[in-house]
Structure formats: structure tokens, C-alpha cells
């Protein structure tokens, strides 16, 4: 598993070095990282609430969900994850994550050791600098979405997920023009929504009959950017997405 | 799981041609009871006072199941305030 590890982390260290230049030494030090590498059946857990986990998770390719469940068997869909992303960073802090996270799709995640994770931040501060860079950028889009659910109706929360996924695979390159995967199913869209399901599927039409966007076998096609962005009031400011990325994209 | 259907009829009708998998019949009236206000509460601020949400749950056969209607009925009341 050498090579996958390897390039892991130079994913890792591209990731970091677009939030935050990174000096040589630093990257370097990265470089030193031990990773486990495992690949994730889709459904399968990859952290349960209240379980402490050693590691924190780096995804390589797939998606994940944050969720956090009731009694009644509802569910809340706290965050969505892509390639690149760092989901449980304050677990390096807070121990017993107070969520579960599981593959959406068959995803790869390089877990890193918290011991090494914390001696490399305590050697090199601009590293940690970005790590906690990291973290705040998770909690800004947790904003986003406190705030579209408490305050956005069905069409402006389910516009502004399409628009805040596309600029995030974009980033990372996942995008095929103004195409980009969208695994997430009508009851998975309801549960990050917060909307029912039927509420879901006639918004969903909505976007559709206004040639605003077309979801065909699990793959979403934005059809006009101009008109979906302006619905959501999506601005990408809070993602802080790299410069030479973000320009090229939201048109 | 089973899946149903439910068309939303609210001034127009919104055939539902992908329907939403339901454990059974009464997981299906629970979310038609959920959708019908949910639906309303995004949808009456738009629009008149007078609206009415109807859904019809069919089976996976095209049965009719469950039918349900919810109706807002705002009045203006004062003329002075409405100017």
C-alpha cells in the first residue's frame, strides 16, 4: 500500500498548500506521515457516535455523510463530504464525535494517527495554522447550512446545496464541465434538507420544468448557473476555495 | 420496500412520476400528513389567500390510497389596514 499512501499525502499536501503556502521543511514533514489506506463499501460505517476513533480521515475519492439520529429513526444529514476532505480534524480535541460518518458511495479514506498528527503540528506551526484554517472552513459551511435550514424555503435550500457542490467538485477537479456527480438520493436530499421526501422530489421538478438543472443517472447538470446561483443567493466567499480555482468556475 | 406515488394538486397538478419508498401504507400517510404543510408553509407566502393542497397516494398498481386536503382561508378584514 506504498504507493497509494504516498500519493495520499501529496494530496494532502496540495490540499493544504492551497489554504496556506507551505515551506519545504513543512511539506516534507507531511511527507512523514504514517497513513492506513482502506477502501469503504457504500453504506458502510466509518465512525459512530460517541465512539472515539484514534484517527482523523482524509478522503481520497468517494463521498461521505455526517448525520446525527433520533429516537424515532429521523435523521439529520449534518455535512456532505468529497475527495480532499478532512471531516473529523476536531476529533484531534474532541475525542467522542458526537456524529456518525459513513460511505455514500464505495469511497478510499487514508486515516491518519492523532499522535502523529499532533507532533507534526506541534513542530510546525504553519502547518497546524492550516489545519485550523481547515476546521474553521468546515464550521462556516455548517453556517450555510444552519442558516438554509432555519431560513431558506424548499427551492433556495435545495438551489444553494447544487451551487455549493459544484463549486467544492470543481476544486477538486471532479467536475465534467457544468456536470458534476450527485450520488446523493431523494431521501438522502431530504435529510440534508430537511424536508420530506415528496416535498423533495416536487422541488426537484420545480428546477427541472425551469431548465435550471437536470439530474440524470446520478449525475447533476447545471443548466443555468446564472439563474440557480441568483435563486440561492449562493455566494462562494465562505468556502475559500484556492483564487485560481474559484475564478475559473462561477460564471 | 414498497414505493408511492403523490400527486400534488394546488391550483395545478403535479403528476408524481417517481414516487418515494415507503416501509408500508401508514409510513405512506405519515408523509403525505408531513409533505401536504410543508409544501403549504414554502408555498402560501407567494401567493393568494385562498388556496387549497390536495394529495393523492397511489401504490405501486396505481391504486389511489390515501387522499387528504389541506385549505388556508385568509380574509382581510379592514379595508383601511389593507391600503
Redesign the interface.
Known amino acids: 500500500m506504498l504507493a497509494p499512501q504516498n500519493d495520499s499525502l501529496d494530496r494532502l499536501i496540495r490540499k493544504l498548500d492551497g489554504i496556506t503556502r507551505l515551506s519545504e521543511a513543512d511539506k516534507q514533514a507531511i511527507r512523514g506521515l504514517p497513513v492506513i489506506v482502506k477502501t469503504i463499501g457504500p453504506g458502510q460505517a466509518i465512525l459512530h457516535e460517541g465512539d472515539p476513533s484514534p484517527y482523523c480521515c482524509l478522503i481520497l475519492n468517494g463521498w461521505t455523510l455526517c448525520q446525527q439520529l433520533l429516537s424515532d429513526g429521523k435523521r439529520q444529514i449534518l455535512s456532505v463530504h468529497v475527495a480532499n476532505d478532512m471531516p473529523d480534524l476536531q476529533s484531534l480535541h474532541l475525542p467522542y464525535p458526537d456524529f456518525g460518518m459513513f460511505a455514500l458511495t464505495g469511497a478510499t479514506i487514508a486515516f491518519v494517527p492523532h499522535v502523529e498528527l499532533r507532533a507534526l503540528m506541534a513542530a510546525f506551526p504553519t502547518v497546524s495554522a492550516v489545519f485550523w484554517r481547515e476546521t474553521l472552513i468546515v464550521a462556516a459551511i455548517h453556517r450555510a447550512w444552519i442558516t438554509g435550514l432555519g431560513r431558506r424555503?424548499?427551492?433556495g435550500r435545495l438551489a444553494h446545496l447544487f451551487c455549493e457542490m459544484r463549486a467544492r467538485l470543481t476544486a477538486v477537479g471532479l467536475n465534467d464541465g457544468d456536470t458534476i456527480p450527485m450520488p446523493l438520493r431523494?431521501?438522502d436530499l431530504a435529510d440534508v434538507l430537511g424536508?420530506?421526501?415528496?416535498?423533495v422530489?416536487?422541488t426537484m421538478?420545480e428546477l427541472r420544468a425551469e431548465n435550471l438543472v437536470r439530474l440524470e443517472s446520478r449525475r447533476l447538470e447545471i443548466r443555468d448557473w446564472g439563474a440557480l446561483s441568483a435563486m440561492a443567493e449562493f455566494n462562494p466567499h465562505y468556502l475559500y476555495l484556492p483564487k485560481h480555482q474559484s475564478s475559473q468556475k462561477l460564471r | 420496500m414498497p414505493r408511492f406515488f403523490?400527486d400534488?394538486h394546488d391550483g395545478q397538478f403535479?403528476r408524481?412520476d417517481?414516487g418515494?419508498?415507503c416501509a408500508d401504507f401508514e409510513a405512506a400517510r405519515r408523509?403525505?400528513m408531513?409533505?401536504l404543510p410543508?409544501?403549504a408553509r414554502?408555498t402560501l407566502p407567494n401567493d393568494g389567500d385562498t388556496r387549497a393542497f390536495t394529495?393523492l397516494v397511489r401504490n405501486e398498481v396505481g391504486v389511489i390510497v390515501y387522499t387528504a386536503t389541506l385549505t388556508f382561508a385568509g380574509l382581510a378584514l379592514n379595508s383601511a389596514a389593507t391600503s
Open positions: 424555503d424548499a427551492r431523494q431521501t424536508l420530506t421526501s415528496v416535498h422530489n416536487r421538478r | 403523490f400534488i403535479t408524481d417517481e418515494t419508498n408523509e403525505a408531513a409533505s410543508e409544501i414554502f394529495v
